[in-house]
């Protein structure tokens, strides 16, 4: 007897999203997914056979994309939905992400055969509708009219669900599923003995992620020129021309040059190794939005330094401080302070067996509760109460 088939729609490149793929794998190993994205950047990640992976569109860049005129992104819009329908014609539920990936999935459900469930999944929020003369402004204002309409709603994060719920007519209990990494994943190294002790004599602050100013780039190498310890710093992650130029300037200012290396933008995958030799991970967002406020558990890099066994600094908001305080493996630091920052490092690195305990709390943390397995539970139970019976 054949599975029953999930349709899975994102209006971007789905390797980027590590939540999204996370879900991808654990629903394949009970469903058929039908995986629909944009033929957006270069394709980086290889999913179970039973996934079959739609990139819709003509290949373009992120930046390319942005340059397209208001009128090509809509036909480009009107097109994806068009080809989705025809796409999702046979699934028994489709789960949408983000606001243009759940606007397709409403209405291609009037051109389906059968009703189907929709499961709306939001990973991202706006303080502020886009304006009606974009094609983003006519998605939000669609988006906010039909939200209720989903069988279930789902946030990474309390605050964020709660926000929404502020805004919108949504009236139904959401789900909360952070953004953790996977278990299966992330497997612990073989010796963690030696692989601590040579973080101690090698010391690596680290970052992945997007890097910018709202994620304390500066401040960061600012507090490593400050310690009087030899450090390294490493970043990785998707970093814009003129933020390029900043930090260069920033780092030869500080004669931090020979410490700093940027290892560029890199698949998921080759994540792993850097991150394990890191002494110190910094999940650090300044408070410039709200949705940087609001993302305790919706920082799924905060989540993959504890999958490595890594030490990390995260932004004192009490946000944060909630979801966070009980955690031995987690110091808090104001992103805008330098100083603060320093103290942070000095805390974790005042004593070896000190930083070798919250190494191994950090990856014990990850075991017990901060995986993927453990956050998607209820929702794959609910998946398949759907699937057996969708009304």
Not at 203 to 221: C, H, K, N
Request: proline share 6%; aromatic share 14%; hydrophobic share 40%.
């Amino acid at each position: 007897m054949s599975k029953k088939s999930i349709g899975m729609l994102i209006y971007a490149n789905p390797d980027y999203y590590p939540p999204t793929v996370n879900a991808i794998h654990l629903l394949s190993k009970h469903f058929d997914i039908i995986l629909i994205g944009r033929n957006q950047d270069p394709c980086t990640h290889e999913y179970p056979p039973n996934v079959k992976v739609y990139r819709l569109g003509k290949y373009t860049t992120l930046r390319e994309r942005a340059q397209l005129s208001a009128r090509a992104k809509l036909w480009e819009y009107i097109n994806f939905i068009i080809k989705a329908s025809q796409l999702l014609k046979d699934v028994s539920l489709i789960y949408a992400y983000d606001t243009f990936g759940y606007t397709v999935a409403y209405v291609c459900r009037a051109f389906l055969p059968q009703a189907v469930p929709i499961i709306y999944h939001s990973h991202e929020i706006s303080e502020q509708l886009a304006s009606l003369s974009s094609l983003s402004g006519w998605v939000d204002r669609a988006e906010r009219k039909w939200i209720d309409k989903a069988v279930l709603n789902v946030f990474p994060d309390k605050d964020r669900a709660e926000f929404v719920q502020k805004r919108t007519n949504l009236q139904k209990k959401p789900l909360i599923v952070p953004n953790f990494p996977l278990k299966s994943f992330f497997e612990p190294p073989k010796d963690w003995s030696s692989l601590i002790k040579k973080r101690w004599e090698d010391i690596t602050f680290f970052y992945r992620g997007s890097i910018s100013d709202t994620s304390a780039m500066q401040e960061i190498v600012t507090a490593a020129s400050l310690l009087n310890k030899s450090i390294n710093i490493k970043f990785v992650g998707f970093l814009t021309t003129s933020n390029a130029e900043k930090l260069r300037k920033w780092v030869e200012h500080l004669k931090m040059s020979t410490h700093f290396s940027y290892l560029g933008t890199l698949p998921y995958k080759d994540l792993q190794a850097p991150t394990l030799l890191a002494t110190v991970g910094f999940g650090l967002y300044k408070n410039t939005s709200f949705d940087r406020v609001a993302c305790a558990s919706a920082c799924n890099k905060i989540y993959e330094y504890a999958a490595c066994g890594v030490p990390t600094i995260v932004s004192d908001f009490p946000t944060y401080r909630e979801y966070l305080a009980n955690e031995t493996w987690v110091r808090f630091a104001d992103p805008d302070n330098p100083q603060s920052i320093v103290c942070a490092v000095d805390d974790i690195l005042s004593d070896f067996e000190k930083y070798q305990a919250m190494c191994l709390a950090a990856r014990k943390a990850f075991e017990e509760k901060y995986n993927y397995e453990s956050a998607f539970s209820p929702l794959l139970s609910t998946i398949k109460e759907l699937v057996q019976d969708p009304r």
